[in-house]
């Protein structure tokens, strides 16, 4: 499984036409991209992987993440071995704890004590027959404790919405061992009005959970610019420009200790595949 160079995380492979995935997938292989990352918030995600998984041949297919609260992790480790028995070394399970508002909106009062979920969950993969490898799981850590969890109980860490900063310090306190696979989003415009416009309004939401909320005060950012999504946030959160700046970016990224930098592209319609972006960000960047 290697887990160097560039990735995709596109949302739109989850839940989009299956067979538009399928093709789009085996797209991102040829083009290079070593990853290709889906998120969770419950459902048939192992059926979206395994499709994913098929239609492709090298590329490493990866849950960005698993929501733990929406499985149960004994049919995950029994669907995970599966997957592993007709793909070998291509399924990294990503696992995270997701958000209160998230998970509450289903069943009031279900989100609590986070990191013990987090154990607990990662507890009954090793218990279950087959476990689920450590190596072949990382979790979604932001905070300090989370991040230690990671570098003993898993491969590393898959980190959304951070900037090159975190990367830095979650390296400083995982040192040289663990995987550090950062989500980067991005928008391929040099226009500023433009790229304000797509990502604004899908950072502000993202901005109004605790946890994020938590991890950006963690970084130096202030209650107005998290209210407010100042530029200062904006532009550490969502790199815009050409190729260059956002390969600038990436570098960033691995400077500070990544070892996969895995690009979620935006554009103003979300349902859309941003297709015609990715094959410019691979002739660029790969």
Not at 128 to 147: F, I, Y
Not at 219 to 244: K, N
């Amino acid at each position: 499984m290697d887990l160097s160079g560039i990735g995709v995380w596109s949302h739109q492979l989850r839940y989009g036409d299956p067979a538009v995935a399928a093709d789009a997938a085996a797209e991102l292989e040829t083009l290079g991209f070593q990853a290709v990352w889906i998120p969770d918030t419950g459902g048939p995600v192992l059926d979206v992987v395994g499709a994913l998984l098929a239609a492709t041949s090298r590329v490493t297919v990866a849950t960005g993440i698993l929501n733990l609260w929406m499985h149960d992790p004994a049919e995950i480790a029994a669907r995970t071995a599966d997957l592993a028995a007709a793909h070998p070394n291509r399924f990294l399970m990503g696992i995270g704890v997701s958000h209160a508002p998230i998970v509450d909106a289903a069943e009031a009062g279900r989100y609590r004590r986070p990191l013990a979920a987090m154990t607990a969950f990662l507890d009954e993969l090793d218990k279950a027959d087959p476990p689920v490898p450590a190596e072949d799981r990382v979790l979604a850590a932001l905070g300090p404790r989370m991040l230690d969890l990671a570098a003993h109980r898993s491969r590393g860490i898959h980190p959304y919405l951070v900037t090159p900063e975190h990367t830095r310090q979650a390296r400083e306190r995982l040192g040289e061992g663990p995987l550090i696979l950062p989500e980067q989003t991005a928008i391929l415009t040099t226009d500023a009005d433009e790229a304000h416009a797509i990502g604004r309004p899908w950072l502000a939401g993202y901005l109004e959970l605790p946890n994020y909320q938590s991890s950006m005060r963690r970084l130096g950012f202030t209650e107005d610019d998290i209210t407010g999504v100042s530029d200062r946030l904006f532009d550490a959160l969502i790199v815009w420009g050409d190729e260059a700046a956002i390969g600038r970016r990436v570098e960033e990224h691995q400077a500070a200790g990544a070892d996969h930098v895995c690009l979620q592209v935006l554009l103003a319609d979300q349902r859309a595949l941003p297709r015609d972006q990715w094959r410019r960000l691979a002739a660029a960047l790969l």
